[in-house]
Protein backbone atom coordinates (compact mmCIF):
# COMPACT_ATOMS: atom_id res chain seq x y z
CA UNK A 1 0.00 0.00 0.00
CA UNK A 2 1.05 3.86 -0.71
CA UNK A 3 2.53 5.64 1.78
CA UNK A 4 2.11 9.42 2.09
CA UNK A 5 5.31 11.47 2.05
CA UNK A 6 5.18 13.93 5.12
CA UNK A 7 6.86 17.16 2.83
CA UNK A 8 8.03 19.83 5.55
CA UNK A 9 9.07 22.81 3.17
CA UNK A 10 8.21 26.07 3.96
CA UNK A 11 9.66 28.10 6.91
CA UNK A 12 6.64 28.93 9.41
CA UNK A 13 7.75 32.67 8.56
CA UNK A 14 8.07 32.46 4.61
CA UNK A 15 4.21 34.29 4.41
CA UNK A 16 2.42 33.68 0.44
CA UNK A 17 -0.65 34.93 -0.47
CA UNK A 18 -2.19 31.99 1.75
CA UNK A 19 -0.90 34.15 4.97
CA UNK A 20 -4.03 35.17 6.95
CA UNK A 21 -2.86 34.93 10.65
CA UNK A 22 -3.50 38.24 12.17
CA UNK A 23 -1.65 39.68 15.05
CA UNK A 24 -4.23 38.75 17.32
CA UNK A 25 -4.35 35.51 16.92
CA UNK A 26 -0.54 34.96 16.98
CA UNK A 27 -1.01 36.13 20.66
CA UNK A 28 -3.58 33.77 20.98
CA UNK A 29 -1.56 31.10 20.29
CA UNK A 30 1.35 32.58 23.07
CA UNK A 31 -1.40 32.08 26.12
CA UNK A 32 -1.02 28.70 26.67
CA UNK A 33 -4.48 27.93 28.40
CA UNK A 34 -3.87 24.56 29.13
CA UNK A 35 -0.80 25.20 31.03
CA UNK A 36 -2.61 26.35 34.12
CA UNK A 37 -3.89 23.67 36.20
CA UNK A 38 -6.36 25.89 37.74
CA UNK A 39 -8.26 27.10 34.63
CA UNK A 40 -11.23 25.79 34.19
CA UNK A 41 -10.17 24.11 30.81
CA UNK A 42 -7.22 22.76 32.61
CA UNK A 43 -9.91 21.45 35.29
CA UNK A 44 -12.10 19.49 32.64
CA UNK A 45 -9.23 18.11 31.04
CA UNK A 46 -7.37 16.17 34.18
CA UNK A 47 -11.15 14.78 35.03
CA UNK A 48 -11.76 13.49 31.32
CA UNK A 49 -8.18 12.12 31.55
CA UNK A 50 -8.89 10.64 34.75
CA UNK A 51 -11.46 8.88 33.79
CA UNK A 52 -8.87 6.64 31.15
CA UNK A 53 -6.82 4.43 32.61
CA UNK A 54 -3.27 5.75 32.58
CA UNK A 55 -0.85 2.11 31.79
CA UNK A 56 -3.44 2.16 28.65
CA UNK A 57 -3.69 5.55 27.50
CA UNK A 58 -0.66 7.74 27.04
CA UNK A 59 -1.47 11.51 27.55
CA UNK A 60 0.43 13.44 24.31
CA UNK A 61 1.32 16.97 24.89
CA UNK A 62 1.25 19.16 21.60
CA UNK A 63 1.84 22.28 22.71
CA UNK A 64 2.77 24.27 19.12
CA UNK A 65 -0.72 24.69 17.47
CA UNK A 66 1.69 25.25 13.82
CA UNK A 67 1.09 21.93 11.91
CA UNK A 68 1.97 21.29 8.26
CA UNK A 69 -1.29 21.21 6.02
CA UNK A 70 -0.25 17.03 5.43
CA UNK A 71 -0.97 16.77 8.90
CA UNK A 72 -4.31 19.07 9.46
CA UNK A 73 -6.09 17.53 6.33
CA UNK A 74 -4.24 15.03 4.29
CA UNK A 75 -3.52 12.75 6.79
CA UNK A 76 -6.81 12.59 7.59
CA UNK A 77 -7.97 11.76 4.16
CA UNK A 78 -9.81 15.54 3.66
CA UNK A 79 -9.09 16.83 0.17
CA UNK A 80 -8.15 20.32 -1.30
CA UNK A 81 -11.84 20.36 -2.21
CA UNK A 82 -13.03 20.20 1.62
CA UNK A 83 -14.38 23.50 2.74
CA UNK A 84 -13.24 23.17 6.17
CA UNK A 85 -9.50 23.75 3.51
CA UNK A 86 -10.63 27.25 2.39
CA UNK A 87 -8.89 30.26 3.39
CA UNK A 88 -11.84 31.65 5.06
CA UNK A 89 -12.28 28.79 7.29
CA UNK A 90 -8.77 28.14 8.07
CA UNK A 91 -6.21 29.97 9.06
CA UNK A 92 -3.09 29.79 7.00
CA UNK A 93 1.00 30.79 8.50
CA UNK A 94 1.76 29.60 4.35
CA UNK A 95 0.53 27.28 1.52
CA UNK A 96 2.32 24.58 3.64
CA UNK A 97 1.34 25.35 7.54
CA UNK A 98 -1.74 25.96 9.14
CA UNK A 99 -3.03 26.67 12.66
CA UNK A 100 -4.10 23.24 13.58
CA UNK A 101 -8.22 23.21 13.20
CA UNK A 102 -8.55 19.99 15.47
CA UNK A 103 -6.09 18.04 17.47
CA UNK A 104 -6.95 15.11 14.83
CA UNK A 105 -4.03 16.96 13.42
CA UNK A 106 -2.01 14.46 15.44
CA UNK A 107 -3.70 11.04 15.13
CA UNK A 108 -1.37 9.28 12.79
CA UNK A 109 1.38 10.55 14.67
CA UNK A 110 -0.34 9.70 18.17
CA UNK A 111 -1.27 5.72 16.18
CA UNK A 112 2.84 5.81 15.74
CA UNK A 113 4.78 6.86 18.20
CA UNK A 114 3.45 5.64 21.49
CA UNK A 115 4.24 2.37 23.51
CA UNK A 116 0.61 2.24 24.55
CA UNK A 117 -2.73 1.30 22.48
CA UNK A 118 -4.26 4.53 23.44
CA UNK A 119 -3.86 8.20 23.54
CA UNK A 120 -4.95 11.23 25.04
CA UNK A 121 -4.30 14.88 23.59
CA UNK A 122 -6.18 18.04 25.02
CA UNK A 123 -4.37 21.26 23.00
CA UNK A 124 -5.73 25.14 21.55
CA UNK A 125 -7.38 24.95 18.12
CA UNK A 126 -7.91 27.69 15.83
CA UNK A 127 -10.67 28.51 13.28
CA UNK A 128 -11.65 31.47 11.26
CA UNK A 129 -15.27 31.86 13.08
CA UNK A 130 -17.75 34.33 14.01
CA UNK A 131 -18.39 36.91 16.70
CA UNK A 132 -20.79 35.73 19.57
CA UNK A 133 -21.13 34.09 22.85
CA UNK A 134 -20.45 30.73 21.95
CA UNK A 135 -17.45 31.16 19.02
CA UNK A 136 -14.18 32.45 19.63
CA UNK A 137 -11.29 32.06 16.85
CA UNK A 138 -9.19 29.77 19.11
CA UNK A 139 -11.13 27.06 21.93
CA UNK A 140 -9.57 23.78 23.13
CA UNK A 141 -10.23 20.51 21.85
CA UNK A 142 -9.53 16.81 23.65
CA UNK A 143 -8.39 13.97 21.03
CA UNK A 144 -8.80 10.04 22.03
CA UNK A 145 -7.41 7.07 20.32
CA UNK A 146 -7.42 3.36 21.20
CA UNK A 147 -5.98 0.68 18.53
CA UNK A 148 -5.43 -3.20 18.69
CA UNK A 149 -3.22 -5.21 16.32
CA UNK A 150 -4.21 -8.97 15.53
CA UNK A 151 -0.07 -9.53 15.33
CA UNK A 152 -0.23 -13.09 17.20
CA UNK A 153 -3.96 -13.75 17.17
CA UNK A 154 -4.51 -17.49 15.30
CA UNK A 155 -8.55 -16.42 14.20
CA UNK A 156 -10.67 -13.27 13.87
CA UNK A 157 -12.91 -14.73 16.83
CA UNK A 158 -9.83 -14.54 19.13
CA UNK A 159 -9.24 -11.01 17.56
CA UNK A 160 -12.49 -10.18 18.56
CA UNK A 161 -12.61 -11.39 21.98
CA UNK A 162 -9.39 -10.22 23.14
CA UNK A 163 -11.44 -6.69 22.01
CA UNK A 164 -14.78 -7.83 23.86
CA UNK A 165 -12.63 -8.69 26.99
CA UNK A 166 -11.26 -4.56 27.06
CA UNK A 167 -14.67 -3.39 26.33
CA UNK A 168 -15.72 -5.36 29.41
CA UNK A 169 -13.49 -3.78 32.17
CA UNK A 170 -14.95 -0.67 31.27
CA UNK A 171 -16.88 0.66 34.34
CA UNK A 172 -20.31 0.61 33.40
CA UNK A 173 -21.93 3.80 33.68
CA UNK A 174 -25.30 5.35 34.82
CA UNK A 175 -26.83 6.81 31.60
CA UNK A 176 -29.86 6.30 29.84
CA UNK A 177 -29.46 5.84 26.03
CA UNK A 178 -32.33 7.62 24.50
CA UNK A 179 -31.48 6.36 21.28
CA UNK A 180 -28.69 4.54 19.27
CA UNK A 181 -27.21 3.56 15.56
CA UNK A 182 -26.57 0.08 14.53
CA UNK A 183 -23.51 -0.88 14.39
CA UNK A 184 -23.17 0.02 10.71
CA UNK A 185 -25.46 -0.07 7.70
CA UNK A 186 -25.65 1.54 4.41
CA UNK A 187 -25.58 5.22 5.72
CA UNK A 188 -22.76 4.96 8.04
CA UNK A 189 -20.92 1.86 6.39
CA UNK A 190 -18.12 -0.16 8.02
CA UNK A 191 -14.70 -0.25 5.71
CA UNK A 192 -14.25 -2.78 3.06
CA UNK A 193 -11.95 -5.17 4.33
CA UNK A 194 -12.59 -4.84 7.53
CA UNK A 195 -14.23 -7.94 9.41
CA UNK A 196 -17.86 -6.86 10.15
CA UNK A 197 -17.65 -8.42 14.03
CA UNK A 198 -14.16 -6.16 14.38
CA UNK A 199 -15.79 -3.24 13.64
CA UNK A 200 -18.91 -4.22 16.05
CA UNK A 201 -16.74 -4.75 18.61
CA UNK A 202 -14.04 -1.63 18.13
CA UNK A 203 -17.34 0.24 18.09
CA UNK A 204 -18.34 -1.13 21.06
CA UNK A 205 -15.32 -0.39 22.93
CA UNK A 206 -15.80 3.47 21.74
CA UNK A 207 -19.23 3.55 22.38
CA UNK A 208 -18.78 2.21 26.06
CA UNK A 209 -15.35 4.22 26.83
CA UNK A 210 -17.62 7.74 25.93
CA UNK A 211 -20.55 6.53 27.77
CA UNK A 212 -18.06 5.67 30.64
CA UNK A 213 -16.54 9.61 30.52
CA UNK A 214 -19.65 11.09 30.07
CA UNK A 215 -21.29 9.12 32.71
CA UNK A 216 -18.73 10.43 35.29
CA UNK A 217 -18.39 13.90 34.24
CA UNK A 218 -22.07 14.58 35.28
CA UNK A 219 -22.36 12.93 37.85
CA UNK A 220 -19.23 15.18 39.36
CA UNK A 221 -21.84 18.22 39.49
CA UNK A 222 -25.06 16.22 39.84
CA UNK A 223 -23.79 15.31 43.28
CA UNK A 224 -22.94 18.34 44.37
CA UNK A 225 -26.48 19.78 43.64
CA UNK A 226 -28.84 18.24 46.26
CA UNK A 227 -31.32 19.69 44.97
CA UNK A 228 -30.99 17.95 41.56
CA UNK A 229 -32.80 14.30 41.34
CA UNK A 230 -31.71 11.61 40.86
CA UNK A 231 -32.68 10.79 37.26
CA UNK A 232 -30.28 8.97 35.13
CA UNK A 233 -28.07 11.06 32.58
CA UNK A 234 -29.71 10.95 29.02
CA UNK A 235 -27.51 10.49 25.98
CA UNK A 236 -28.41 9.96 22.65
CA UNK A 237 -26.17 8.43 19.48
CA UNK A 238 -26.44 9.58 15.91
CA UNK A 239 -24.86 8.62 13.05
CA UNK A 240 -22.14 11.15 11.51
CA UNK A 241 -19.34 11.57 8.85
CA UNK A 242 -15.77 12.29 8.79
CA UNK A 243 -13.20 11.62 6.31
CA UNK A 244 -11.13 9.42 9.02
CA UNK A 245 -13.36 7.37 10.40
CA UNK A 246 -15.92 5.03 9.39
CA UNK A 247 -18.83 4.54 10.65
CA UNK A 248 -18.85 7.94 12.48
CA UNK A 249 -20.85 8.96 14.93
CA UNK A 250 -21.44 12.07 17.25
CA UNK A 251 -22.97 12.19 21.04
CA UNK A 252 -24.95 14.16 22.10
CA UNK A 253 -26.47 14.79 26.21
CA UNK A 254 -29.71 16.29 27.49
CA UNK A 255 -28.82 18.67 29.85
CA UNK A 256 -31.02 21.51 31.10
CA UNK A 257 -33.65 21.35 28.57
CA UNK A 258 -30.83 20.90 25.40
CA UNK A 259 -29.45 18.34 23.44
CA UNK A 260 -25.55 18.80 23.59
CA UNK A 261 -23.63 18.07 21.12
CA UNK A 262 -20.09 16.20 22.71
CA UNK A 263 -17.84 14.14 20.61
CA UNK A 264 -17.51 13.11 17.26
CA UNK A 265 -15.67 9.76 16.89
CA UNK A 266 -15.58 6.61 14.73
CA UNK A 267 -13.99 3.80 13.79
CA UNK A 268 -10.12 4.78 12.08
CA UNK A 269 -10.10 4.57 8.67
CA UNK A 270 -7.08 2.19 7.73
CA UNK A 271 -5.18 4.61 5.77
CA UNK A 272 -4.70 6.15 8.94
CA UNK A 273 -3.42 3.54 10.52
CA UNK A 274 -1.26 2.81 6.99
CA UNK A 275 0.18 6.74 7.14
CA UNK A 276 1.17 5.62 11.01
CA UNK A 277 2.97 2.52 9.27
CA UNK A 278 0.61 0.08 10.96
CA UNK A 279 -1.47 -1.12 8.25
CA UNK A 280 -2.53 -4.00 10.39
CA UNK A 281 -3.94 -2.47 13.07
CA UNK A 282 -7.82 -1.64 13.71
CA UNK A 283 -9.59 0.90 16.31
CA UNK A 284 -11.03 4.26 17.08
CA UNK A 285 -10.89 7.86 17.44
CA UNK A 286 -12.59 10.88 18.85
CA UNK A 287 -12.87 14.26 19.30
CA UNK A 288 -14.19 16.78 22.00
CA UNK A 289 -14.96 20.46 21.69
CA UNK A 290 -13.66 21.06 25.67
CA UNK A 291 -15.18 25.10 25.65
CA UNK A 292 -18.89 23.93 25.41
CA UNK A 293 -18.68 21.17 27.88
CA UNK A 294 -16.84 23.74 30.77
CA UNK A 295 -19.61 26.86 30.23
CA UNK A 296 -22.12 23.99 31.00
CA UNK A 297 -20.24 22.72 33.78
CA UNK A 298 -19.01 25.55 35.70
CA UNK A 299 -21.94 28.03 34.54
CA UNK A 300 -19.41 30.07 32.13
CA UNK A 301 -21.89 32.67 30.21
CA UNK A 302 -19.68 33.72 27.49
CA UNK A 303 -17.03 32.02 25.87
CA UNK A 304 -14.35 34.99 26.44
CA UNK A 305 -14.38 34.61 29.99
CA UNK A 306 -12.11 31.95 29.43
CA UNK A 307 -9.20 34.02 28.04
CA UNK A 308 -9.88 36.90 30.86
CA UNK A 309 -6.29 37.84 32.60
CA UNK A 310 -8.59 39.58 35.09
CA UNK A 311 -8.61 37.98 38.91
CA UNK A 312 -12.25 37.69 39.58
CA UNK A 313 -11.99 34.92 36.73
CA UNK A 314 -8.83 33.63 37.22
CA UNK A 315 -8.56 33.71 41.10
CA UNK A 316 -11.95 31.46 40.95
CA UNK A 317 -11.30 28.50 40.19
CA UNK A 318 -9.33 25.62 42.36
CA UNK A 319 -7.65 22.66 40.23
CA UNK A 320 -9.36 19.13 40.80
CA UNK A 321 -12.79 21.39 41.53
CA UNK A 322 -15.67 21.79 38.88
CA UNK A 323 -17.29 24.93 40.83
CA UNK A 324 -20.03 27.40 39.63
CA UNK A 325 -18.85 30.73 38.11
CA UNK A 326 -19.67 33.80 40.35
CA UNK A 327 -20.63 36.03 38.04
CA UNK A 328 -18.85 39.99 38.52
CA UNK A 329 -21.65 42.25 37.01
CA UNK A 330 -22.71 41.98 33.68
CA UNK A 331 -21.22 45.60 32.45
CA UNK A 332 -24.00 47.32 29.37
CA UNK A 333 -23.16 46.69 26.01
CA UNK A 334 -23.44 49.27 23.41
CA UNK A 335 -24.06 48.60 19.69
CA UNK A 336 -23.21 50.55 16.72
CA UNK A 337 -24.15 49.90 12.74
CA UNK A 338 -21.52 49.37 10.13
CA UNK A 339 -23.19 49.65 6.69
CA UNK A 340 -21.29 49.87 3.39
CA UNK A 341 -21.39 49.30 0.09
CA UNK A 342 -19.50 46.96 -1.69
CA UNK A 343 -17.15 47.33 -4.47
CA UNK A 344 -18.48 48.39 -7.95
CA UNK A 345 -19.98 44.64 -9.50
CA UNK A 346 -18.94 42.87 -6.00
CA UNK A 347 -21.58 40.25 -4.73
CA UNK A 348 -22.77 39.61 -0.88
CA UNK A 349 -21.11 36.11 -1.60
CA UNK A 350 -17.74 37.60 -2.44
CA UNK A 351 -17.63 39.20 1.33
CA UNK A 352 -16.61 36.40 3.60
CA UNK A 353 -18.38 37.37 6.74
CA UNK A 354 -15.30 35.88 8.67
CA UNK A 355 -12.96 38.53 7.05
CA UNK A 356 -14.83 41.40 8.98
CA UNK A 357 -14.77 39.45 11.82
CA UNK A 358 -11.19 39.31 11.70
CA UNK A 359 -11.23 42.82 11.13
CA UNK A 360 -13.29 43.90 14.12
CA UNK A 361 -11.11 41.28 16.20
CA UNK A 362 -7.76 42.99 15.09
CA UNK A 363 -9.36 46.53 15.91
CA UNK A 364 -11.59 45.80 19.35
CA UNK A 365 -10.14 42.32 20.66
CA UNK A 366 -12.63 40.94 23.32
CA UNK A 367 -14.22 44.37 23.89
CA UNK A 368 -16.87 42.85 20.96
CA UNK A 369 -19.13 40.21 22.01
CA UNK A 370 -21.38 40.31 19.16
CA UNK A 371 -21.31 40.90 15.30
CA UNK A 372 -24.25 39.92 12.98
CA UNK A 373 -25.17 40.82 9.66
CA UNK A 374 -28.48 42.67 10.01
CA UNK A 375 -29.29 44.42 6.47
CA UNK A 376 -28.74 43.55 2.84
CA UNK A 377 -29.52 44.81 -0.04
CA UNK A 378 -29.21 45.97 -3.67
CA UNK A 379 -29.37 49.62 -5.24
CA UNK A 380 -31.96 49.35 -8.16
CA UNK A 381 -30.41 51.49 -10.50
CA UNK A 382 -26.70 51.08 -9.79
CA UNK A 383 -27.25 47.41 -8.33
CA UNK A 384 -24.58 48.03 -6.36
CA UNK A 385 -24.98 45.97 -3.19
CA UNK A 386 -24.88 46.92 0.73
CA UNK A 387 -24.11 45.15 3.86
CA UNK A 388 -24.89 46.68 7.11
CA UNK A 389 -23.50 45.01 10.47
CA UNK A 390 -24.05 45.15 14.08
CA UNK A 391 -21.36 45.31 16.49
CA UNK A 392 -22.15 45.01 19.93
CA UNK A 393 -19.58 46.48 22.01
CA UNK A 394 -18.79 44.88 25.79
CA UNK A 395 -16.53 44.43 27.98
CA UNK A 396 -16.86 41.75 30.90
CA UNK A 397 -14.84 43.61 32.83
CA UNK A 398 -15.81 47.37 33.25
CA UNK A 399 -18.08 49.58 31.45
CA UNK A 400 -16.91 51.25 28.50
CA UNK A 401 -17.05 54.88 27.55
CA UNK A 402 -18.76 56.10 24.65
CA UNK A 403 -15.78 58.22 23.50
CA UNK A 404 -13.55 54.59 23.65
CA UNK A 405 -16.45 53.01 21.48
CA UNK A 406 -16.33 56.01 19.04
CA UNK A 407 -12.71 55.31 18.71
CA UNK A 408 -12.78 51.43 18.37
CA UNK A 409 -15.87 51.93 16.01
CA UNK A 410 -13.76 54.29 13.43
CA UNK A 411 -10.57 52.40 13.39
CA UNK A 412 -13.01 49.62 12.14
CA UNK A 413 -15.00 51.46 9.47
CA UNK A 414 -11.26 52.61 7.99
CA UNK A 415 -9.73 49.17 8.28
CA UNK A 416 -12.18 47.62 6.34
CA UNK A 417 -12.13 50.44 3.57
CA UNK A 418 -8.13 49.78 3.28
CA UNK A 419 -9.01 46.02 2.92
CA UNK A 420 -11.75 45.45 1.02
CA UNK A 421 -11.95 48.88 -0.59
CA UNK A 422 -15.92 49.54 1.03
CA UNK A 423 -17.47 52.53 0.27
CA UNK A 424 -18.93 53.41 3.92
CA UNK A 425 -22.43 54.68 4.15
N1 LIG B 1 -11.83 16.31 14.51
C1 LIG B 1 -13.27 16.22 14.50
C2 LIG B 1 -13.83 17.65 14.64
O1 LIG B 1 -13.11 18.56 15.00
C3 LIG B 1 -13.81 15.33 15.59
C4 LIG B 1 -13.42 13.88 15.47
C5 LIG B 1 -12.26 13.39 16.06
C6 LIG B 1 -14.23 13.00 14.77
C7 LIG B 1 -11.91 12.06 15.95
C8 LIG B 1 -13.89 11.67 14.66
C9 LIG B 1 -12.75 11.20 15.25
O2 LIG B 1 -15.00 17.88 14.39
Not at 129 to 153: C, K, L, V
Not at 326 to 347: H, V
Request: hydrophobic share 35%; with cysteine; aromatic share 12%.
Amino acid sequence: RSQDVKKEDGQDTDEDDWTNVTSTIERLTRRKLLSNPAHPLSILTDIIFSKFPEQEYTRAHFPDPRVSVYENFESLNITPDHVSRSKTDTYYLNKHKVLRTHTSAHQVESFRDYTTPGFLIAADVYRRDEIDRTHYPAFHQMEGGRWWSPQGMSSIEEFVSKINEDTAKIPVSEIKIIDDTLPFHDGNPKQDGQHPEVCIAVANHLKRSLEMVVGGIFENIVQGDASTSKEPLQIRWIDATFPFTSPSWEMEVYWQGDWLELFGCGVTQQRVFDRAGYPERVGWAFGLGLERLAMVLFGIPDIRLFWSEDPRFVEQFTPGVVSSFKPFSKYPGTYRDLAFWLKDGATPEQFHDNDLMDVVREVAGDLVENVSLIDKFTHPKTKRNSLCYRVVFQSMERTLQNDEINILQNNIRDSLMKKFGIELR
